[in-house]
């Protein structure tokens, strides 16, 4: 169970590194929701590199045919010289959409099922989650002050 919740909270901390660097320098929705689709994945190792290309290509087709995707970023794990967190996951996909029920539909499009067919077979193991990014505590990028949250933390710390 601790251990359960530690590759959680890795997972999590991996995840959020991820989000922080792709938040900021692309396309924003146009309304206040944006929801994050995120995968992370390991394929089965009998795997050429070619047929895991295959793969990733047709998750960029998926994304670049689907209108209700606002944006799409994959990439490899760094490696244990970068962290050693990330527990044999290798790839993640970001998918950004505009709202709850775009995502519905985007996950539940007859495209997007039949990638599902192709995506989880050829993946040993593959986690997702979906939420709506929460202004409460506004990350860089969705600040409403114009304070990001790393400055705000700098702020913090220096008036200790
Ligand atoms: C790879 O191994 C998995 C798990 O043993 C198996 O289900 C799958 O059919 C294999 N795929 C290929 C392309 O050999
Ligand atoms: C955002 O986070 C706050 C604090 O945890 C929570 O009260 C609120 O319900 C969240 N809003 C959404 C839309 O999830």
Avoid at 71 to 84: I, T
Avoid at 89 to 111: E, H, K, M, R, W
Wanted: hydrophobic fraction near 40%; charge should be negative.
């Amino acid at each position: 169970m601790a251990s359960l919740s530690a590759s959680l909270l890795s997972h999590f901390l991996v995840l959020s590194l991820l989000l922080c660097v792709a938040v900021g320098e692309y396309p924003k929705c146009p309304g206040d929701t944006t929801v994050y689709h995120f995968v992370i994945n390991k394929y089965y190792d009998n795997l050429t590199q070619e047929q895991v290309d295959t793969v990733i290509s047709h998750y960029v087709d998926l994304t670049n045919y689907d209108s209700r995707v606002m944006q799409f970023l994959w990439g490899k794990d760094l490696g244990p010289e970068v962290e050693d967190r990330a527990d044999g996951f290798q790839y993640g996909y970001l998918t950004t959409l505009c709202s709850v029920q775009d995502t519905i539909d985007y996950l539940n499009a007859p495209f997007t099922k039949a990638f599902a067919d192709e995506f989880f077979p050829a993946s040993e193991k593959a986690i997702a989650i979906n939420y709506v990014v929460n202004h409460t505590f506004p990350g860089k990028g969705y600040g409403t002050s114009g304070k990001c949250g790393p400055c705000n933390l700098l702020l913090r710390d220096a008036s200790i």
